[in-house]
């Protein structure tokens, strides 16, 4: 059998502070009932001064690699995906990896906004591949509620904070990653964009001004762009391995809309059951909706030997991809 990647750990942890739709409609023109209607939300976490992204990534961190039995010094490499790190440097990888102690590790964060996760597990699987023995932390990590415009009701309804993570390593069983697929198109950037903060716009009253610090998103073409693209993707998987919609066990959609996870579902034929859903309790969280959600299906017993998983994503830049696997 070739070497194959497989996820022996999962983790995840979210802020404590909790806001509803109802908290939302007390500073914007929205409702509760728009709000879940149009996107399945019904509250999101958002984090304090010291709920950091770092903090965050390392707490999911910390779980993952207590349910791998890995310690962190044995760790080969960090790699965390994510559009809302502390800082532009060091990266959060590294901050993790200092909190953590894994003191022979490489580290650095992987940019793909919600795709991030996705990629960040292609690009572990190559190394795993290459070498059976490596351990490798992948988390998909986010405060996006400091780059949210809380005037905006068109975005601030839809994102909240969180942090999910895999340990990974490898094996000659017939298991574990069978394919990823990653794709991207730059032409369409401006449709979801957060302008400010870099050397193009850089910090300055102005710009400031402009509100080109926020996440900015038009928002009916994100949606059209984002179903073609997640449909493609899935097929793909499905396609490299073989597969059809009766193949697939459980279906991982990037967490961003409740009709775009249920249209996903419709166009590759599988049943409510067959797609996991937790939208409802964390709103998006880009780079750490996927890994969020697979820990906490793992940390309910619907991850058993054999399962077909099928992972998609669609974020800004734009990108998207899919992943294929056996747990």
């Avoid at 690009?123 to 070498?131: E, G, P, S």
């Avoid at 859903?277 to 940390?299: F, V």
């Avoid at 619907?302 to 992943?323: E, H, K, N, Y």
Wanted: aromatic share 8%; net charge neutral; glycine share 10%.
């Amino acid at each position: 059998m070739p070497i194959r990647s497989i996820i022996i750990g999962t983790g995840s942890h979210v802020p404590q502070r909790v806001v509803t739709n109802k908290d939302l409609a007390s500073r914007v023109d929205t409702t509760d009932e728009w709000i879940r209607t149009r996107t399945g939300i019904i509250q999101r976490h958002i984090s304090n001064d010291q709920e950091t992204n770092s903090y965050l990534a390392t707490q999911s961190a910390r779980k993952a690699l207590d349910m791998a039995g890995v310690r962190p010094q044995d760790l080969d490499l960090i790699i965390v995906g994510t559009m809302s790190p502390d800082m532009p440097m060091p990266s959060v990888a590294c901050l993790v990896q200092n909190e953590l102690g894994a003191k022979k590790a490489g580290a650095f964060d992987l940019y793909a906004a919600c795709t991030s996760f996705l990629y960040a597990l292609s690009v572990a699987d190559k190394f795993v591949r290459c070498n059976s023995r490596m351990k490798i932390l992948v988390i998909g990590s986010e405060v996006l509620s400091r780059v949210t415009n809380w005037e905006d009701r068109n975005t601030c309804v839809i994102f909240g904070d969180g942090a999910g993570a895999a340990v990974i390593t490898g094996t000659k069983e017939d298991r574990g990653i069978l394919s990823t697929h990653l794709h991207s198109d730059g032409s369409l950037g401006e449709l979801l964009i957060i302008k400010g903060l870099g050397t193009a716009f850089p910090v300055s009253h102005e710009n400031l001004e402009k509100g080109w610090q926020y996440i900015q998103m038009q928002g009916r073409e994100v949606f059209k762009h984002a179903i073609k693209a997640m449909e493609s993707a899935a097929w793909e998987a499905m396609e490299a391995n073989g597969w059809n919609g009766d193949d697939v066990d459980l279906l991982f959609s990037h967490q961003a809309n409740i009709r775009i996870i249920n249209f996903l579902g419709e166009k590759l034929g599988l049943p409510k059951e067959k797609i996991f859903i937790n939208i409802h309790k964390y709103g998006n969280t880009s780079a750490a909706s996927i890994p969020i959600a697979l820990d906490e299906a793992n940390r309910t017993g619907l991850l058993t030997p054999g399962l077909r998983i099928l992972m998609v994503a669609f974020g800004g830049g734009f990108t998207w991809g899919s992943v294929a696997m056996c747990w």
